[in-house]
């Protein structure tokens, strides 16, 4: 296990959150490199798997680049998910392309701060909530904050882009 160093580390996401003055706490947690899933995080941390979303980034036929932020105990619908974002077809991106595309690495990729802006979309269950956590940008490290907040400033669509999870 791993854990996120007891300093507190500045991720670019948090920096970003505190420029635009949007309030945010942060959770570290353990991580196992064998281990990376989000349902791991959100045992850790001790917040409800439908209240941490995990982000993937994803690639449409018409669109390119698309990230999506889904519960951690949900799937990523990829018909749902193409139909929101206006593609025909959708599929994940390889974990190779992640940090080039991103800035970011598997396990710790959040929806804030990526090299580019990425037209982003959030599953709608994220607005039950008064906060959800996503990743802060590194393994290990989780920023809490209130969803419209995060739909705002990363300008998302909120959208129903999950299934149930399959074993």
Same mark, same amino acid.
């Given at each position: 296990m791993k854990k996120a160093s007891g300093d507190t580390v500045k991720t670019n996401a948090m920096r970003q959150l505190e420029v635009a003055g949007i309030s945010y706490r942060t959770a570290s947690y353990e991580y196992d490199e064998s281990n990376l899933s989000g349902l791991h995080a959100a045992e850790q941390v001790g917040i409800p798997a439908e209240q941490v979303f995990k982000t993937l980034v994803t690639r449409g036929d018409k669109t390119g680049i698309l990230v +999506?932020? /889904?519960? %951690?105990?949900? *799937?990523?619908?990829?018909?749902?998910?193409?139909? %929101?974002?206006?593609?025909?077809? #959708? *599929?994940?991106?390889? %974990?190779? *392309? #992640?940090?080039?595309?991103?800035?970011? /690495?598997?396990?710790?990729?959040?929806?804030?701060?990526?090299?580019?802006?990425?037209?982003? +979309?959030?599953? *709608?269950?994220? /607005? #039950? +909530?008064?906060? /959800?956590? %996503?990743s802060a940008g590194m393994r290990g490290e989780q920023i809490i904050l209130n969803p419209e907040d995060l739909i705002r400033f990363v300008e998302a669509k909120e959208a129903d882009v999950t299934k149930e999870m399959q074993d």
């Amino acid at each position: 296990m791993k854990k996120a160093s007891g300093d507190t580390v500045k991720t670019n996401a948090m920096r970003q959150l505190e420029v635009a003055g949007i309030s945010y706490r942060t959770a570290s947690y353990e991580y196992d490199e064998s281990n990376l899933s989000g349902l791991h995080a959100a045992e850790q941390v001790g917040i409800p798997a439908e209240q941490v979303f995990k982000t993937l980034v994803t690639r449409g036929d018409k669109t390119g680049i698309l990230v +999506f932020c /889904i519960p %951690v105990d949900m *799937e990523l619908d990829l018909k749902k998910a193409a139909a %929101v974002s206006g593609n025909k077809k #959708l *599929e994940m991106t390889h %974990v190779k *392309e #992640l940090l080039g595309l991103t800035g970011y /690495i598997r396990g710790g990729c959040s929806p804030i701060g990526m090299k580019k802006k990425y037209p982003t +979309f959030i599953d *709608e269950t994220a /607005i #039950l +909530f008064d906060e /959800i956590a %996503v990743s802060a940008g590194m393994r290990g490290e989780q920023i809490i904050l209130n969803p419209e907040d995060l739909i705002r400033f990363v300008e998302a669509k909120e959208a129903d882009v999950t299934k149930e999870m399959q074993d």
